[in-house]
Nanobody
């Protein structure tokens, strides 16, 4: 069954803002760290930001100071607030949850949401 559902993508001009959401099942949200990844056109998927169960966060250098990851326990929802967007932020954004530390990969992925930033 569907465990992660992203929303909030769209088109925006450079300098603008968007807020992505990822609704998760309660079991995932309660037990797992979560992350946002993105895949720019023609490129590999890359890590954008991570948030642990206790709220500890980390960010890719390319988004530090512009993006904020957060989680809302009451709604079982992960967010990514994206400000000062640049054309190079154009990508399909995915949320992920529950790291398998043996396989070094996340077990659950959303379907992705497109973010397009125009100049």
């Amino acid at each position: 069954q569907v465990q992660l559902v992203e929303s909030g993508g769209g088109s925006v001009q450079a300098g603008g803002s968007l807020k992505l959401s990822c609704a998760a099942s309660k079991s995932i949200f309660s037990n797992c760290g979560m992350a946002w990844y993105r895949q720019p056109p023609g490129k590999e998927r890359e890590l954008v930001s991570i948030i642990s169960r206790d709220g500890t966060t980390s960010y890719a250098d390319s988004v530090k100071g512009r993006f904020t990851i957060s989680r809302e326990d009451a709604k079982n929802t992960l967010y990514l607030q994206m400000n000062s967007l640049k054309t190079e932020d154009t990508a399909v954004y995915y949320c992920a949850a529950c790291m398998d530390w043996v396989e070094q990969k996340y077990n659950y992925w959303g379907q992705g949401t497109q973010v397009t930033v125009s100049s």
